[in-house]
């Protein structure tokens, strides 16, 4: 049975995030009114059936964040199946292996947040004996395989690279380290044509000072006050390797209005490089010091440390492996 790895690159923008989101099957049917039950019954809608925003119920997500209608279940109510990447990109493998798989990502991204490197992989038939015509096996070639999955998948993912991998392996258990960017753009003016891959703050940030304030952060700490509440971690104790800030520079060379977050480190709890980011931030415009941020790694208090950024600067560039495969 055939493993293979995935690097993938997407734009979170119209996703809900990486991991597929399918609300609850009703446990038990709705009684039906007598008026329901007289009336000519609808036809149910299809998994695959297209989404108008007149099928969306009111306060459910915009219709470019919806992948499809799941069949009703009882009572005859059909569900949301929300646009995800795992969603989306497992689609597209059933639909070339011709039988159900598993993707399993070693990041669980948020909704609005970016990938260059995010890292998956399924398992699948070979092709020979009983399975034959179905599954992918080794000797048809990765380049085959990646074309036809991209092929298949929508304008905002890429699978930028795929390799045959030991059965074995676990993306997210087999993860040595990780790197985050978070990009910010700080001026008065909004951004407009990349406004969905970086952060806009109206004001100007000291990225020097915002550096230095990183130091604090490298080592192993316990980051409670830069976790979201509800992480569902048994620890917030974590090791970052390197955390710098840096400001962009334009064609020409001269200093641009973008600011840039690299963070590397073992892993990172749910928010916890969004918060990060929040704090340097306020060290950045003088409302927070270096000696703040020690304090707050130190108190574990949540309101300690700055303010949770938006989605939209955060991407995750790579993920590493102790052994590369």
Not at 23 to 48: D, G, L, Q, R, Y
Not at 60 to 66: F, L, Y
């Amino acid at each position: 049975m055939p493993r293979y790895k995935l690097t993938i690159a997407y734009d979170g923008t119209d996703f809900c995030g990486w991991q597929k989101q399918e609300p609850p099957a009703p446990t038990s049917p709705a009684p039906a009114s007598p008026a329901a039950t007289s009336a000519t019954p609808s036809p149910a809608p299809s998994a695959k059936t297209p989404v108008s925003q007149r099928d969306i119920p009111m306060h459910a997500p915009p219709a470019s964040k919806v992948l499809g209608l799941i069949e009703p279940g009882p009572g005859g109510i059909a569900r949301l199946e929300m646009r995800t990447i795992q969603a989306v990109v497992e689609r597209a493998v059933r639909e070339i292996v011709r039988e159900p798989v598993t993707l399993t990502g070693a990041s669980r991204t948020d909704a609005g947040v970016h990938a260059r490197g995010q890292v998956a992989s399924f398992a699948c038939s070979d092709g020979t004996g009983s399975q034959r015509g179905i599954g992918w096996p080794v000797e048809r070639g990765t380049d085959r395989l990646r074309a036809a999955l991209n092929g298949r998948l929508p304008a905002d993912v890429l699978i930028t690279a795929i390799e045959p991998c030991p059965i074995d392996f676990e993306p997210i258990r087999g993860a040595t380290s990780k790197a985050y960017s978070y990009t910010i753009h700080d001026s008065r003016e909004r951004p407009l044509w990349d406004r969905r891959f970086v952060s806009h703050v109206p004001y100007e940030i000291d990225e020097r000072a915002m550096h230095d304030a990183a130091q604090r952060l490298v080592g192993e700490h316990d980051f409670a006050a830069f976790a979201a509440a509800g992480h569902g971690r048994l620890t917030t104790v974590r090791r970052v390797f390197s955390c710098g800030v840096a400001r962009l520079r334009n064609d020409d060379g001269t200093p641009s209005r973008r600011a840039r977050i690299d963070i590397t480190g073992s892993g990172f709890l749910w928010n916890m490089v969004r918060i990060i980011a929040g704090t340097l931030c306020q060290v950045g415009r003088g409302r927070m010091t270096a000696d703040e941020v020690t304090k707050a790694l130190e108190s574990g208090v949540r309101e300690d440390a700055g303010p949770t950024m938006p989605p939209e600067g955060l991407c995750l560039e790579w993920i590493r492996y102790a052994e590369q495969v």
